[in-house]
C-alpha cells in the first residue's frame, strides 16, 4: 500500500516536498524495491519523474527535473519523498507513487507496466 501526501498550491520558483509512505507485513521493508514517482497533468499522459533504488541507491530522473527535483529515501526505507525547488507552472499535475519489488529500476526506464503498487496521487499546482 503507497500513500502520497505534500501536494498543495505554490508560485513559480517555489518548492514542495512530496512523501510517499509505503505500509505492508514487515517483512517487505527488507525486500529491495524500486520507488517511482509520476506525474500526469489534464490532458496529457502520465510520465515519470524520478526513481530510486531503496537498497543500492540507484537514482533515474527525467531530463524536464534534472537539478531542480531530488528522490530520496530515509533509514528504514518506509518513505520516499521527493523534494521539488524551482518548480513552474508545467510541473502543474497530479503526482502518483508507484513501487515494484525488484533489484533495479528497469535501467531508470519509466515505463508504467514496470510497476505493481500504486497510490492515490497528491495534486501540485504551480501558478505563475
Known amino acids: 500500500h503507497l500513500a502520497e501526501s505534500g501536494g498543495g498550491s505554490v508560485q513559480a520558483g517555489g518548492s514542495l516536498r512530496l512523501s510517499c509512505a509505503q505500509s505492508?507485513?514487515?517483512?517487505?521493508?527488507?525486500?529491495?524495491?524500486?520507488v517511482a514517482w509520476f506525474r500526469q497533468a489534464p490532458g496529457k499522459e502520465r510520465e515519470g519523474v524520478a526513481s530510486?533504488?531503496?537498497?543500492?541507491?540507484?537514482?533515474y530522473y527525467a531530463d524536464s527535473v534534472k537539478g531542480r527535483f531530488t528522490i530520496s529515501t530515509d533509514d528504514d526505507k518506509t518513505t520516499v519523498a521527493l523534494q521539488m525547488n524551482s518548480l513552474k507552472p508545467e510541473d502543474t499535475a497530479l503526482y502518483y507513487c508507484a513501487a515494484r519489488v525488484s533489484s533495479s529500476c528497469n535501467s531508470g526506464t519509466f515505463d508504467e507496466r514496470f510497476f505493481s503498487t500504486w497510490g492515490q496521487g497528491t495534486q501540485v499546482t504551480v501558478s505563475s
Open positions: 530510486i533504488l531503496l537498497y543500492g541507491g540507484d537514482t
Open positions: 505492508g507485513p514487515p517483512y517487505m521493508s527488507f525486500r529491495n524495491k524500486c
